[in-house]
């Protein structure tokens, strides 16, 4: 294989390589920044309800009189989470987020980590919800059947490029 093609294909899915210089400016637009910020909460909110019924369906009947509990206590670990994200922002404007609260605590090497947490986080936020999606979709297309992994390719590459459109 061509050495180019690798290259190539980095490109398209990774993109262009900042300049060392460029780096501290390195920034997301607001319209690329809240989706891709706030996806992993919006992917929970889409498919964790249905996942929580599914897990108590298990036990018959008996399992889904715990629903309402089990949803209660979902709200009050939002509220925590947001009421600890307002006190972060408040004390951290600069807006680089769980990074610098932590390297700041904790030390750079606990910061780096948390950076490569929360990549790993955003990587399996996408793959959860776009398996969620097309589960949804050949549900109800069933022609379909077969076809998720390149309907979730599709979906990623597409993501991928309006993402990739919408730095340049």
Same mark, same amino acid.
Request: with cysteine; hydrophobic share 45%.
């Given at each position: 294989?061509? /050495? $180019?093609? *690798?290259?190539?294909? /980095?490109?398209?899915?990774?993109?262009a390589? &900042?300049?060392?210089?460029?780096?501290?400016? #390195?920034?997301? /637009?607001?319209?690329?920044? &809240? *989706?891709v910020?706030? @996806?992993?909460?919006?992917?929970s909110?889409a498919y #964790?309800?249905?996942?929580?019924?599914?897990? &108590?369906?298990?036990? $018959?009947v008996a399992?889904? =009189?715990? +629903?309402? =509990?089990?949803?209660? %206590?979902?709200?009050?670990?939002? #509220?925590?989470?947001?009421?600890?994200?307002? =006190?972060n922002?408040?004390?951290? *404007? +600069?807006?680089?987020?769980?990074?610098?609260?932590?390297? /700041?605590?904790?030390? %750079?090497? %606990?910061?780096?980590?948390?950076?490569? @947490? &929360?990549?790993?986080?955003?990587?399996?936020?996408?793959a959860?919800?776009?398996?969620?999606?097309? !589960?949804?979709?050949?549900?109800?297309i069933s022609?379909?059947?077969?076809?998720e992994?390149?309907m979730?390719?599709?979906?990623?590459?597409?993501?991928n %490029?309006?993402? !990739?459109? #919408?730095?340049?």
């Amino acid at each position: 294989m061509d /050495k $180019g093609v *690798p290259k190539l294909l /980095k490109r398209i899915f990774i993109g262009a390589p &900042l300049t060392s210089n460029s780096l501290g400016e #390195a920034t997301l /637009k607001k319209r690329v920044a &809240l *989706p891709v910020f706030v @996806a992993d909460v919006l992917s929970s909110v889409a498919y #964790a309800p249905n996942e929580v019924l599914l897990t &108590l369906s298990i036990a $018959g009947v008996a399992g889904l =009189q715990y +629903s309402l =509990q089990i949803g209660i %206590c979902i709200a009050v670990i939002m #509220a925590v989470v947001i009421f600890c994200y307002r =006190q972060n922002v408040h004390e951290y *404007p +600069s807006g680089s987020g769980d990074y610098e609260v932590v390297s /700041k605590n904790l030390g %750079c090497d %606990c910061g780096i980590l948390i950076g490569d @947490a &929360l990549f790993v986080d955003h990587i399996m936020t996408v793959a959860v919800s776009i398996l969620s999606g097309t !589960q949804y979709i050949v549900s109800m297309i069933s022609s379909l059947h077969g076809y998720e992994t390149t309907m979730a390719v599709g979906v990623i590459y597409t993501t991928n %490029c309006s993402y !990739q459109h #919408a730095w340049n």
